[in-house]
Nanobody, 120 residues
Framework: QVRLVESGGGLVQPGGSLRLSCAASGNIFRINTMAWYRQAQGKERELVARITNDGTTNYADSTKGRFTISGDTAKNTVYLQMNSLTPEDTAVYYC??????????????WGQGTQVTVSS
């Protein structure tokens, strides 16, 4: 069974920074992509950032220049460095991964989410 575990969320003041981590474990043959989504209260879940196994990244327009996604292949871990945070960044952040297992093949997996609150 594949499991994704997020960490690093919390309460931070506007202008502050947080670093989120998501570690994948289990019967992993290959991780194709990992991504961060977020869902603010009363709003739809949206893609924040994504990274593929060839290093290609993409970001939501609202996070470009402030957020950076990176991965550590050896640790099956993805990170999201968030700088210059604003109250509009307040949301539950979810880790998502497209993972190949043997012999089952590829599937999408989700973490449980971690709360990020930006407030004075």
């Amino acid at each position: 069974q594949v499991r994704l575990v997020e960490s690093g969320g919390g309460l931070v003041q506007p202008g502050g920074s947080l670093r989120l981590s998501c570690a994948a474990s289990g019967n992993i043959f290959r991780i194709n992509t990992m991504a961060w989504y977020r869902q603010a209260q009363g709003k739809e879940r949206e893609l924040v950032a994504r990274i593929t196994n060839d290093g290609t990244t993409n970001y939501a327009d609202s996070t470009k220049g402030r957020f950076t996604i990176s991965g550590d292949t050896a640790k099956n871990t993805v990170y999201l460095q968030m700088n210059s945070l604003t109250p509009e960044d307040t949301a539950v952040y979810y880790c998502n991964a497209r993972i190949e297992t043997y012999p089952s093949g590829s599937s999408d997996y989700w973490g449980q989410g971690t709360q990020v609150t930006v407030s004075s």
